[in-house]
């Protein structure tokens, strides 16, 4: 249980431990840390496909959708071709040549017979759509700069991953001490 | 739900644009017989939004948000709005609005939980806004 391994650090006797292991415990723990990481990647994979999205969970990065969504909120996005496009979803996008995905509502579409479709999008907390964010020359949105429409969020919860981006060394402090957990852990 | 709605075009380069002034009358509590509290505990806000929809030959289907509006929970859940200009340009991609009887104007909502799934939920009741076939050039918005 982690309670007695933070006991266990804090008197030093891991240290004892770590020498008392020997290769094969050493062995078995790596595994087992790769078997987790596996199995994580497995399950964001997984989610991939069931979404249709290559990027199911985002992390609202800036004020512009306020007072619905702040800045560390966690959406949940699915990006499933039978839901067409309409105005008043909120759609996670890309703008062609830039990394960062940004979430807005769509206020405008026009669609074709065989299903093309071009669209506007605001953010609710701007006071002008977002032409002025699309590339030069670029007056509408397609769906291959979608990544996903928002189905649900979860507050607060990314703030850990924009305080992992902004202060690096929070990264690695965070990173540092899952591994220690990890070889520590007794169980 | 009642909404009361006048308008003309304009001529504005190659697109067609639309002015519709319109009034909306709506209690979002008690839209329908049955119709759950919609304002519940994990509810923050509603995104309103008047949507028009319709038809033209350059494209099957066109959606253009005319208004909108966030109602947070503890505001007044009825909307008694007259007069009122659209929020944003309602320019068609291409000239589809001139002579369209068919544009059909929606009030919809995004129920925003403080946790959980978010849907969208179309009010009950549309009014048909037919445009006139000609340009409006003398009066003022």
């Known amino acids: ?187 | 739900l009642r909404k009361n709605v006048e308008d003309f075009t304009g001529p504005r380069e190659r697109s067609d644009l639309g002015f519709v002034t319109f009034d909306i009358t709506a209690d979002i509590l008690n839209g329908e017989k049955g119709w759950r509290i919609i304002f519940d505990w994990n509810v923050k806000q509603l995104f309103l939004y008047l949507s028009a929809e319709y038809s033209t030959k350059n494209n099957a289907l066109n959606q253009v948000v005319l208004w909108d509006k966030i109602m947070l929970r503890g505001d007044n859940p009825r909307l008694f709005l007259k007069d009122m200009k659209s929020k944003y340009f309602f320019f068609d991609d291409g000239n589809g609005l001139k002579g369209n009887r068919n544009v059909t104007l929606t009030l919809s909502w995004n129920v925003v939980p403080n946790a959980g799934i978010l849907p969208l939920v179309t009010g009950s009741g549309h009014v048909s806004v037919p445009f006139p076939d000609t340009y409006e050039t003398t009066k003022s918005y």
């Open chain 1, 1 to 187: 249980p982690p309670s007695s391994s933070v006991l266990a650090m804090l008197s030093l006797d891991f240290l004892d431990d770590v020498r008392r292991m020997n290769k094969r415990q050493l062995y078995y723990q790596v595994l087992n840390f790769g078997m987790i990481v596996s199995s994580a990647l497995m399950i964001w994979k997984g989610l991939m496909v069931v979404t249709g999205s290559e990027s199911p969970i985002v992390v609202v990065l800036s004020g512009s959708m306020e007072p619905a969504f702040h800045r560390g909120d966690l959406l949940f996005l699915t990006n499933r071709i039978e839901d067409p496009i309409r105005v008043g979803e909120i759609v996670v996008f890309r703008i062609e040549g830039r990394e960062i995905p940004i979430v807005h509502r769509v206020l405008k579409i026009h669609e074709k017979q065989n299903g093309d479709i071009k669209f506007l999008t605001k953010g609710d907390n701007n006071a002008v759509d977002d032409r002025g964010l699309y590339k030069r020359g670029q007056h509408w949105l397609e769906k291959k700069d979608v990544v996903g429409r928002a189905r649900g969020f979860v507050p607060y919860i990314g703030i850990v991953t924009i305080l992992m981006n902004d202060y690096p060394k929070f990264k690695y402090a965070v990173l540092f001490l899952l591994g220690l957990f990890v070889l520590v852990h007794r169980e």
